[in-house]
């Protein structure tokens, strides 16, 4: 099998040769770092990469909502607008929300190898959560439920609309395997709003673009981090098929979560903290997501970005390990 029909066959509980071997997220800065002082050769980008360590190749084009200029948070996690009026100021001016000014050059790029198979597209959307919390700011998004419940619909409207428009552009030149809507609307503790919230401002808007991006053939997944183990199931009362990376640190357990939910699709679940220790703690990590491997829907893959504490041989001796165990299913 190719890398194409590996991948949307695993997406789909379909029998293949083996499960694919990938990394879903690109590595840190640092990590890269170290490794082009061990070795690594230079002027890679992120499918390259994949490529020189043996990985099945993905090839993600994130379709940001911010398509003009915009300020800059003064701080990490800060606010880039504050009101109703300065929202529909940059929206109207095309600083948000312009389908005309998305490209995908990657997918161009890369158009004849995943025609022969050799490599699998992914696009990513910004989700109803993610969305309004880079516009107005870590702690005052929170807030905002209860003071500007006004302003989250509208922008939560306006993110459909503008996904919806991005899509019909996208799918008429490409076709894509699965798609992420990034979220990261948990940490290690769970949630960080209420299922009531959550009903409120986010599942409508759920429930009005998840079928439109099915209806091209495309798994949609969720991207969040930290403890989602009991919100996985609004993500699936809106008819989203799937989610990763499943942090374990964050006490998520991908063989928990197939037995409760078994016929959602799962990526990640392997616990970087253990990739640096050498390869019996690679091995019994591996023997520990062993049966979620067997169970059909899951591809395995470090639970977030491998860090770099480690070392190219041992990232090569990981990947060997990944192959090893993708096999023997």
Excluded at 87 to 105: P, T, V
Excluded at 153 to 164: I, K, S, V
Excluded at 238 to 255: F, K, Q, S, T, Y
Aim: glycine share 6%; net charge negative; with cysteine.
């Amino acid at each position: 099998m190719n890398v194409r029909e590996r991948i949307k066959a695993v997406l789909n509980f379909q029998h293949a040769d083996r499960l694919p071997c990938v990394e879903w997220a690109s590595w840190w800065d640092l990590t890269i770092k170290r490794w082009l002082e061990e070795g690594l050769p230079t002027g890679m980008n992120g499918v390259e990469t994949m490529k020189y360590f043996g990985l099945d190749p993905l090839v993600q084009q994130w379709f940001g909502s911010c398509t003009g200029p915009l300020p800059q948070p003064q701080s990490f996690g800060g606010p880039v607008l504050s009101t109703m009026e300065e929202y529909i100021q940059y929206h109207d001016q095309k600083s948000l929300h312009n389908a005309d000014a998305i490209r995908w050059d990657m997918y161009d790029r890369y158009k004849k190898e995943h025609e022969n198979g050799d490599v699998a597209f992914w696009m990513t959307f910004e989700g109803f959560f993610w969305f309004p919390r880079t516009m107005l700011g870590i702690e005052p998004h929170l807030y905002s439920f209860y003071d500007q419940p006004e302003l989250l619909h509208r922008m939560n409207r306006d993110q459909t609309d503008f996904c919806l428009q991005v899509l019909e552009k996208v799918t008429k030149h490409h076709d894509i395997e699965f798609m992420t809507l990034a979220e990261d609307m948990s940490y290690n503790h769970g949630p960080m709003l209420s299922k009531e919230h959550f009903d409120e401002f986010l599942l409508p808007y759920y429930r009005e673009l998840v079928p439109a991006i099915q209806s091209h053939g495309i798994k949609v997944l969720i991207d969040s981090d930290g403890d989602i183990s009991d919100c996985l199931a609004w993500f699936r009362e809106a008819g989203i098929e799937g989610i990763l990376p499943l942090e374990h640190m964050a006490g998520v357990d991908v063989n928990n979560l197939r037995e409760r939910y078994p016929d959602a699709v799962f990526f990640g679940g392997y616990d970087k903290r253990v990739m640096h220790l050498g390869e019996q703690a690679m091995r019994q990590e591996f023997e520990r997501i062993l049966p979620a491997m067997k169970s059909g829907g899951f591809i395995p893959s470090v639970d977030h970005q491998t860090p770099p504490d480690v070392s190219l041989e041992t990232y090569r001796l990981y990947v060997s390990l990944l192959k090893e165990y993708a096999a023997s299913i």
